[in-house]
């Protein structure tokens, strides 16, 4: 078992910057991936960012979003710059643990962010 929890959000102009942390705790040795999605109202859950040997980033966040991970504070991270309002949305964190041929999916709860023109 993960547990992830998320903190960081909270409301900014455009053009400001976040960065969102992703805390996981329990079996954390077992990680294999880490992401971060995002959900606007009225709108699909869609991926902004993953990690794991490498990295992976929407379109519309390429060269503003950063992703990384801090394998020994068991935490992921999501600098966030030159922010648009676009980019207002609940943001949550996943955490992938691979056993065996086995992919289990966590979530995190969601952390607001909101971006005012």
């Known amino acids: 078992q993960v547990q992830l929890v998320e903190s960081g959000g909270g409301l900014v102009q455009a053009g400001g910057s976040l960065r969102l942390s992703c805390a996981a705790s329990?079996?954390?040795?077992?990680?294999?991936?880490m992401g971060w999605y995002r959900q606007a109202p009225g709108k699909q859950r869609e991926l902004v960012a993953t990690?794991?040997?490498?990295?992976n980033y929407a379109d519309s966040v390429k060269g503003r979003f950063t992703i990384s991970r801090d394998n020994a504070k068991n935490t992921a991270y999501l600098q966030m710059n030159s922010l648009k309002p676009e980019d207002t949305a609940v943001y949550y964190c996943?955490?992938?643990?691979?056993?065996?041929?086995?992919?289990?999916?966590?979530w995190g709860q969601g952390t607001q962010v909101t971006v005012s023109s």
């Open positions: 329990g079996s954390t040795f077992s990680i294999n991936a």
């Open positions: 996943k955490a992938v643990v691979r056993i065996g041929r086995d992919d289990y999916v966590y």
């Open positions: 990690i794991s040997s490498s990295t």
